[in-house]
């Protein structure tokens, strides 16, 4: 039974990960190092598919590259506790929920600076003033 390989070309179509990404991921080890054809290319296996799903996934949801190691490091110990990716997830969570508190303020502040738009010339606009001033 041959077992399916992919260049790195393959790869970043099937798993929509740039070349030089899948690389760095391999460089920094949190994908493993790819085996070589005789001519030197890389070759990569479904197991690499899969786990670059994963980082992508992961990355889609804020983890960092940290956070990513460790939680494929959990993944690796089947049979433990899930309670270290629950952890994680929560820590997460908590992250963008911070980050939506900031984005609210952000969101009101931008609307009262809005509002104080007068339709004016540049020299005259209340928002330039506002946003120059020193506090």
């Known amino acids: 039974m041959s077992k399916k390989i992919f260049t790195v070309g393959q790869l970043a179509d099937r798993t ?3 070349p030089v990404t899948i690389r760095y991921y391999e460089k920094i080890g949190i994908l493993p190092a790819a085996s070589r054809s005789e001519s030197g290319y890389r070759l990569y296996s479904v197991e690499d598919h899969s786990k670059l799903l994963f980082i992508r996934r992961s990355r889609a949801l ?6 990513i190691r460790e939680l494929l490091s959990l993944a690796d110990s089947q049979q433990e506790s899930c309670a270290g990716v629950d952890a994680k997830v929560e820590q ?4 963008v929920r911070s980050r939506l508190k ?5 969101e009101q502040e931008l609307k009262r600076l809005s509002a104080c738009c007068e339709g004016g010339m ?12 020193k506090t």
Request: aromatic share 4%; hydrophobic share 40%.
């Open 16 to 18: 929509g990960i740039k």
């Open 62 to 67: 804020g983890f960092s590259l940290g956070d």
């Open 92 to 95: 997460q969570l908590e992250q």
């Open 102 to 106: 900031d984005l609210r303020a952000m």
């Open 122 to 133: 540049i020299m005259d606009c209340r928002i330039i003033e506002t946003l120059s001033c």
